[in-house]
């Protein structure tokens, strides 16, 4: 019996602890990727439960005559945020981590680090920063979506001919707060001479085109570009450095302007016919279109908020079936069971957008020559930090624009609903899948950038990783010897930059009031849902909504 004991024993530790890796293999299926591509569809799309819950029948709801046609109108509210955060910092963050460990000139290198600081342009007096940073994602919107419905052609039996038109309008907010515990500052920002007879000299910031201006103003534009002669003033902090001027996209700060966006999203257009039509069943088809009126993201800020899809044109079709499966003789109310699905396809658009190199998490945010003339400079710099610290932000080589195919994404609801004296409650389960995006180069790749070497002085190297180098004399090669580590196309991790393939569960319900025996028909109702993800793909998040409407 002990034995017995101590073999489930075993075999449930055993359980517990496979279960354990298979979360956490769930909750990093993806790493160091730069573009998060939200599941618009979910929130206002045309078989989301915030649409199609109170209004599946409202287009029949008044007594007009069918010769005029019949049509619906509703306004939903709604607002919601995402959940399980630390999934969605593993999406951004590389090597699956949420908490980074930034140390500087780590010489030979240190197993707990995961970023050099002197790749992000922190240069301490002392040369011994050491910072615990953690990075914290949230999502968050509100917004309203209107739909109006019209039937304008109507068969004797009823069975009708109508459209469809649709409008998100919301204010989105993604923000990545940097809670950073520095251990040890180094003794500020700046570059300590290690040559005898070198007085301290503090590189000298110019970022070109952008401007030396408050880092929470639009100093970085699509033309955004630095001065390659003059090095970047160093920062003190992994908080200054996403905020720095010299970067020009991949940033993360605490501006406004730039953590929310409030737009229209895509405008839907649909035009549907109704197979079947009877008091006990229905079947409607319909096909349609989406006009982009959202935003595109830009590149600038890491996990920018954007209204619609991305700008993508779209077209769609889809079903939508109901039918009774209980009335009992008491008049107790029934119960219909509604299965509502869409299928969506996006045509490839041009987006800018940032990614890494092939095996090198998180190279961005890396240094790099932008080309031999850089490195040539750094190599006969008169002065000790100036051969150290200038160079190429990584962030502005490594975004470009790409040519970015959405492609197909399906959305299935399934609702029970219990309907009694104008009253309806419904509960279901909606099943939303997305294939990954596909992603190219819009122009190609100019092969002239190399990676620098952590020590500088126009050295460079293609084995070095964002958190670890190692002796100069065994894996960098001098200015001489530039092109043989200079970065070509096939390098590049495109990948990086394309959200992977997303699914996600979500469960919801709603509860409702109607009132059918005014000449125009009115209804409210109110509404949540949950969604799941089974990985790190998408997010775990909720929403709530309420909706009122009239039938005319």
């Known amino acids: 019996m002990k034995k017995l004991l101590s073999g489930l024993l075993i075999l449930s530790m055993a359980s517990a602890l496979q279960a354990r890796q298979v979360r956490d293999e769930c909750d990093c299926k993806a790493t160091s990727h730069t573009f998060f591509s939200d599941e618009w569809e979910l929130i206002f799309g045309p078989t989301s439960p915030s649409r199609v819950t109170l209004f599946r029948d409202r287009m029949h709801a008044s007594d007009r005559d069918a010769c005029k046609g019949n049509g619906a109108f509703q306004a939903v509210i709604f607002g919601g945020k995402s959940t399980k955060n630390d999934r969605l910092a593993r999406f951004f963050l590389p090597n699956c981590k949420t908490t980074l460990i930034v140390r500087e000139q780590a010489t030979p290198a240190v197993p707990d680090t995961d970023v050099l600081a002197n790749y992000l342009n922190i240069y301490t007096v002392n040369g011994t920063f050491l910072s615990e940073v953690t990075f914290e994602p949230r999502h968050s919107w509100v917004g309203a979506g209107l739909q109006w419905q019209q039937a304008f052609y109507e068969r004797e039996d009823g069975r009708a001919l109508w459209y469809s038109i649709a409008l998100p309008i919301a204010n989105v907010k993604n923000r990545i707060r940097i809670c950073e515990n520095i251990i040890d500052n180094g003794g500020g920002a700046g570059v300590t001479p290690v040559e005898p007879g070198l007085a301290q000299v503090r590189a000298c910031g110019n970022v070109g085109s952008c401007g030396n201006v408050d880092t929470c103003s639009t100093q970085c534009n699509t033309q955004c570009t630095i001065d390659p002669t003059v090095a970047l003033t160093p920062v003190g902090s992994v908080t200054e450095a996403f905020a720095q001027p010299g970067w020009c996209y991949g940033r993360i700060d605490d501006c406004s302007s730039r953590n929310h966006k409030t737009g229209a999203g895509d405008l839907e257009l649909r035009v549907g016919y109704e197979i079947v039509k009877s008091d006990h069943c229905f079947l409607d088809s319909f096909i349609g279109v989406l006009a982009p009126t ?213 469960f919801y319900g709603s509860i409702g009031r109607r009132w059918d025996e005014r000449e125009r028909p009115v209804f409210v109702g109110l509404g949540g849902q949950y969604e799941v993800a089974p990985d790190n793909t998408a997010m775990n998040r909720w929403m709530v909504w309420g909706k009122a409407g009239i039938s005319f």
């Open 294 to 506: 959202g935003n595109r993201v830009r590149g600038r800020n890491v996990f920018e908020p954007v209204v619609g899809h991305n700008h993508h044109p779209g077209v769609l079709t889809g079903t939508s079936f109901g039918i009774e499966i209980w009335r009992p003789k008491c008049d107790l109310g029934t119960v219909w069971f509604y299965l509502d699905m869409s299928f969506e396809y996006f045509v490839e658009r041009t987006e800018r957008r940032s990614f890494d190199l092939k095996g090198k998490p998180w190279s961005r945010y890396m240094q790099f020559y932008a080309n031999a003339d850089q490195a040539l400079l750094a190599a006969n710099a008169v002065d000790f930090a100036t051969g150290l610290t200038l160079h190429t932000p990584g962030i502005n080589i490594l975004t470009q624009d790409l040519r970015v195919k959405p492609g197909f994404l399906r959305d299935f609801n399934f609702g029970i609903a219990y309907d009694r004296c104008w009253w309806q409650a419904e509960v279901g389960y909606n099943f939303y899948a997305r294939q990954a995006e596909c992603v190219e180069l819009d122009c190609p790749f100019i092969e002239t950038a190399a990676l620098k070497y952590l020590n500088g002085f126009g050295q460079t190297s293609k084995l070095v990783q964002i958190n670890s180098i190692f002796p100069g004399n065994v894996i960098s090669d001098t200015v001489d010897a530039y092109e043989n580590n200079i970065i070509r196309t096939e390098d590049l991790c495109l990948e990086s930059a394309a959200h992977p393939a997303v699914v996600s569960h979500t």
